[in-house]
């Protein structure tokens, strides 16, 4: 099943992995010692950021190491901006607005 990188990042134990990855590389074992899930919850949530093609992860004699893939974040960096730029725009109508309100009050 193919999943997208807002599958991903609706979990938070999913986001506080990334934000662990982001620091370097790690194995399995050392991202599970920072939550209180079990290692299989773990697995779960590293499968999924996998598909999602946000992790990769690379055979190092007998560990596996995750990487954080920053180039897939950017996909929802683009989403994002997207609102930024609606929101700044209401503001931009609510200056607007407060200064017509100001001019007629005085």
């Known amino acids: 099943m193919r ?3 807002f599958q991903a990042i609706a979990d938070p134990t ?9 620091v370097g590389a790690l194995t399995p ?3 599970a010692e920072h939550f209180d899930s079990s290692r299989q919850a773990v697995s779960k949530h590293l499968r999924i950021l996998t598909e999602c093609e946000i992790l990769t992860h690379e055979q190092q004699g007998r560990e596996i190491h995750y990487h ?10 683009k989403w994002l901006e997207q609102f930024k730029k609606l929101l700044a725009k209401r503001f931009d109508q ?4 407060l200064e017509q309100l100001k001019s007629k009050e005085k």
């Open 3 to 5: 999943r997208d990188v």
């Open 29 to 31: 074992n050392a991202i």
């Open 14 to 22: 999913r986001r506080a992995i990334i934000m662990l990855l982001a």
């Open 94 to 97: 609510l200056d607007t607005v």
């Open 68 to 77: 954080l893939n920053a180039d897939k974040m950017k996909d929802i960096e």
